[in-house]
């Protein structure tokens, strides 16, 4: 399967915030690599997804109290 990377405006504003949704992503079946940019306005999560969708990344954020909504590439 491709790999492609999937870009999301998110609410994870501090690196306290991303270690509650560190495990989930991590052990997320087709989701390799990820990263939250921060500093970003947007707090801008891509994910290398090697066959998750973007529904089933947002449904992670949103199990664990956050918010994510997908951006065009």
């Not at 690599?33 to 707090?43: A, F, H, M, Q």
Request: charged share 30%; proline share 1%.
């Amino acid at each position: 399967m491709e790999k492609q990377d999937l870009l999301f405006k998110t609410n994870l504003n501090c690196s306290g915030c991303v270690a509650k949704v560190t495990s989930d992503l991590d052990n997320a079946e087709g989701i390799g690599k990820w990263n939250v940019d921060t500093d970003n306005n947007d707090k801008i999560l891509t994910v290398q997804s090697e066959g998750a969708t973007e529904d089933e990344i947002i449904a992670i954020i949103k199990r664990k109290g956050f918010k994510a909504e997908p951006l065009s590439v």
